[in-house]
């Protein structure tokens, strides 16, 4: 699965942006998807997931509320709509993929994005 993120860029806190990741080279109905970011000095950590059949989706408490993940079957691509950014989401967000259940485990992701930079604003 080659993974391709967009949508990231320089933001004012409160503000909105949308992240996109296209999924390609195999079906990849049976992956569950994951949004995670980096920020500098910092571990990965997870921010959402989304089932690619049943559309469960899991969120960090810490953007619960403020972001949502979605999927678009027939362009192979899932969302993250991060709305009230704040600067502590400042970071380098990645997707990523894997067969079976969510998980906020970044090592059980056997596929992965280059990367995205978001950097809000204070």
């Known amino acids: 699965v080659h993974l391709v993120e967009s949508g990231g860029g320089l933001v004012q806190a409160g503000g909105s942006l949308r992240l996109s990741c296209v999924a390609s080279?195999?079906?990849?109905?049976?992956?569950?998807m994951g949004w995670f970011r980096q920020a500098p000095g910092k571990e990965r950590e997870f921010v959402a997931a989304?089932?690619?059949?049943?559309?469960?989706?899991r969120y960090a408490d810490s953007v619960k509320g403020r972001f949502t993940i979605s999927r678009d079957n027939a362009k192979n691509t899932v969302y993250l709509q991060m709305n009230s950014l704040i600067p502590e989401d400042t970071a380098i967000y990645s997707c990523a993929a894997r067969m079976g259940p969510w998980s906020i485990d970044p090592v059980l992701y056997g596929y992965w994005g280059q990367g995205t930079q978001v950097t809000v604003s204070s």
């Open positions: 080279g195999r079906t990849v109905s049976s992956y569950t």
């Open positions: 989304i089932n690619w059949g049943n559309r469960n989706t």
